[in-house]
C-alpha cells in the first residue's frame, strides 16, 4: 500500500541544536516533496520544495535533503530557536498526481526549549 | 500576499444539518482544494477543483459535496451532517502555471453533535 509516515513522536530539543525530521515514503513516484509548518489552530504554510532530481535544498536556517533510493526525506533546521517550535508536515506529489495534488504526511511535532 | 480566507474559524452543528464552508482565494489561482485533518491522519483530500464548475473527488469524498461558481470562491458542502464529520477542515488554493506551492486558510473547526 502506499504510505507517507513521519515519526508521531514529538521532536524535543535544545535551544541552538539542529533539529532534523524525517519523512519516509513507500510505492509512491515522487514528482518533488514539500515541507510545510503548521502553527496550532492555523494553516499549513509552504517552506521548501525538492525535487525529485535534486539531492538538498537550502533556505536560510532550513535543509531538506531528498534520497529517491532509500524512499526518504530529511528536514533540518540548524540553530534552533523556540519560535520554531510546531508541527512540521511533508506533502509528496505522485507523478501520476496531476493538478498539483499533495498527499500529506500525519507531521512531526517540534519543541525547542531555552 | 495571498489570502485565503474561510467563513468560519468554529463550527457547531447538529446531527442532519446541512453545512456550508465557504473559502475565498484573492490571487486569481486556478486550482482549490478541501481537505480535513485529523489527529494521526495528516491532511486528506476531499475534493479539487481546477477551474469554475470543475471538480474532482479527492481520497475521501463521501458525505461531501463541493460547488465552484466563480473562480475566488469554493464551498463545501456536508449534506446531512453527521459526528465523525467533525474535524479541521482546511481550504487551500494553487496557481496553475507555478502551482507547486499551496496556500491554505486558516481552518475551519467543525462539531457535530
Known amino acids: 500500500s502506499q504510505k507517507i509516515e513521519q515519526n508521531s513522536e514529538a521532536l524535543n530539543i535544545q535551544e541552538g541544536k539542529t533539529a532534523t525530521l524525517t519523512c519516509n515514503y513507500t510505492n509512491y513516484s515522487p514528482a518533488y516533496l514539500q515541507w510545510y509548518r503548521q502553527d496550532p489552530g492555523r494553516g499549513p504554510v509552504f517552506l521548501l520544495l525538492?525535487?525529485?532530481?535534486?539531492k538538498e535544498k537550502r533556505k536560510e536556517r532550513l535543509k531538506v535533503t531528498f534520497d529517491t533510493t532509500l524512499k526518504q526525506s530529511l528536514f533540518h533546521i540548524t540553530a534552533s530557536q523556540p519560535a520554531d517550535s510546531a508541527t512540521y508536515l511533508c506533502a509528496l506529489a505522485p507523478i501520476s498526481g496531476g493538478y498539483n495534488k499533495l498527499i500529506f504526511g500525519a507531521g512531526t511535532r517540534l519543541a525547542v526549549h531555552p | 500576499d495571498v489570502k485565503v480566507t474561510q467563513s468560519s474559524r468554529y463550527l457547531v452543528k447538529r446531527t442532519g444539518e446541512k453545512v456550508f464552508l465557504e473559502c475565498v482565494q484573492d490571487?486569481?489561482?486556478?486550482?482549490m482544494f478541501w481537505y480535513r485533518q485529523d489527529p494521526g491522519l495528516g491532511l486528506r483530500l476531499i475534493y479539487f477543483?481546477?477551474?469554475?464548475?470543475?471538480?474532482e473527488k479527492g481520497d475521501i469524498p463521501e458525505g461531501y459535496s463541493v460547488s465552484r461558481e466563480k473562480k475566488e470562491r469554493f464551498s463545501l458542502i456536508l449534506e446531512s451532517a453527521s459526528t465523525n464529520q467533525t474535524s479541521m477542515y482546511l481550504c487551500?488554493?494553487?496557481?496553475?502555471?507555478?502551482?507547486?506551492?499551496?496556500?491554505f486558510g486558516p481552518g475551519t473547526r467543525l462539531l457535530v453533535l
Open positions: 525538492i525535487r525529485e532530481n535534486e
Open positions: 490571487m486569481d489561482h486556478e486550482n
Open positions: 487551500a488554493s494553487s496557481d496553475l502555471a507555478g502551482g507547486e506551492t499551496q496556500y
Open positions: 477543483s481546477y477551474d469554475v464548475k470543475m471538480k
